[in-house]
């Protein structure tokens, strides 16, 4: 007998991912590309700051939304990095990873049957999340000649004008595209216009290399209709403590505290006083890892570009998303070189439209791994032409 599962959960895929880290279990000193994860280990303060915190045994439930010192720090936070303002009683709520603020966002303003548009390429959770809350997502593909910004034109080509709801990341996993003030305001004009809610998973705003980053929730009329997602996992490299938050107008953001303090409670109180410290004395730790990330950034487009494989020039998060040369499709190229060479990468499509043809390659890895896996690629791209 088979368990009587839900139709919403049997129509979506295992991840595209998963396929790939069961190859590389099966062969020894495989390099990994394929994570999105920071390979350094969380600064060593929000670490101390969490084991001082259980050392004087405060491991109880916290406020729903979160700590009030939490989430003071973070209003004071994305006020000085992004000009956000949001008052920390009604407007911030605290969450078990960014991913259970998305998850929160789409139960609490998804009706059954309404359009979820979802800039495409992207982070592997949208389409799932859209449709587990009984919403229609719909792809909006971007273009490599676009730099895989977002555009006007993208949205109409994806007919998004009939949708109730976009969604957008930037800087974006998987292409490392950015987008910056200019970029945002016509897509900002778009969602005025067709009464869109905007979500912004803006995850990696810290690690922008070129410029700064601007939430689109900064643009006028923008603020009443966006949430904005963030979080530690990136920045702060403690993906394991599950700590993100969601800033937006009171209202929403006490329609998702409904469902997260019948499903959640609380986030992990560990992980509250970790990122209180993150945010008071760790900003030099951030200030370091992203100049180490922006030097491999620059490394790994220069020795793709040598190896002869074309790559657009990724300004954010910490991946890259070069182009198969012809012959290959992105997934025989990603097993192929998994197998031959032992090195992971994840092939575009995984990622939804517009990402056939290419490979993420995250360069959240040591700079002499990321060496040794470009020279490996090589040695499989020199072997086909
Ligand atoms: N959003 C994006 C764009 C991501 O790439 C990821 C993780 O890869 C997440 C959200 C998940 O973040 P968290 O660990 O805070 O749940």
């Not at 006020?79 to 709520?93: A, H, Q, S, V």
């Not at 595209?177 to 912004?200: C, G, K, S």
């Not at 019948?262 to 370091?288: H, I, N």
């Amino acid at each position: 007998m088979t368990f009587d599962l839900a139709d919403r959960v049997q129509t979506v895929p295992p991840s595209g991912i998963r396929r790939f880290f069961e190859i590389a279990e099966e062969r020894d000193e495989v390099i990994s590309l394929g994570v999105g994860e920071p390979d350094f280990s969380t600064p060593w303060a929000a670490r101390d700051a969490a084991i001082t915190s259980l050392e004087q045994g405060k491991t109880s439930y916290t406020a729903n939304r979160g700590r009030k010192d939490l989430r003071v720090a973070i209003a004071n936070y994305v006020t000085d990095r992004f000009d956000l303002g949001y008052d920390p009683d009604e407007e911030i709520i605290v969450t078990a990873g960014a991913s259970e603020a998305v998850d929160l966002a789409f139960r609490a303003f998804v009706d059954p049957g309404e359009t979820v548009a979802i800039a495409q390429p992207s982070y592997i959770s949208y389409e799932p999340g859209v449709i587990f809350a009984g919403g229609e997502p719909l792809a909006v593909p971007t273009r490599e000649e676009d730099e895989f910004r977002l555009t006007v034109s993208a949205l109409e080509r994806a007919g998004a004008s009939e949708a109730d709801m976009l969604v957008l990341c930037y800087p974006n996993n998987p292409t490392g595209a950015i987008m910056t003030e200019a970029d945002l305001e016509p897509v900002a004009e778009f969602a005025r216009e067709h009464d869109l809610t905007v979500l912004a998973d803006e995850i990696y705003a810290e690690l922008t290399y070129e410029g700064e980053h601007t939430s689109i929730a900064t643009l006028p009329g923008m603020r009443e209709r966006t949430i904005v997602f963030n979080g530690f996992s990136k920045a702060h490299a403690m993906t394991g403590l599950r700590l993100g938050y969601a800033l937006g107008p009171a209202d929403a953001i006490a329609a998702m505290n409904k469902i997260h303090q019948y499903t959640m409670l609380s986030a992990p109180t560990t992980a509250q006083y970790a990122a209180l410290e993150a945010l008071s004395s760790c900003g030099s730790d951030v200030r370091e890892m992203v100049d180490q990330y922006d030097r491999r950034r620059r490394f790994v487009l220069s020795r793709f570009r040598e190896i002869g494989m074309d790559v657009f020039e990724a300004k954010g998060a910490f991946y890259c998303f070069p182009e198969v040369p012809a012959g290959l499709t992105a997934e025989e190229f990603a097993e192929g070189v998994l197998r031959e060479q032992g090195v992971a990468v994840v092939p575009g499509d995984v990622f939804g439209a517009g990402g056939e043809g290419h490979l993420r390659v995250s360069y959240a890895t040591g700079l002499s791994d990321l060496r040794e896996a470009l020279t490996r690629i090589e040695a499989f791209v020199d072997e086909r032409t």
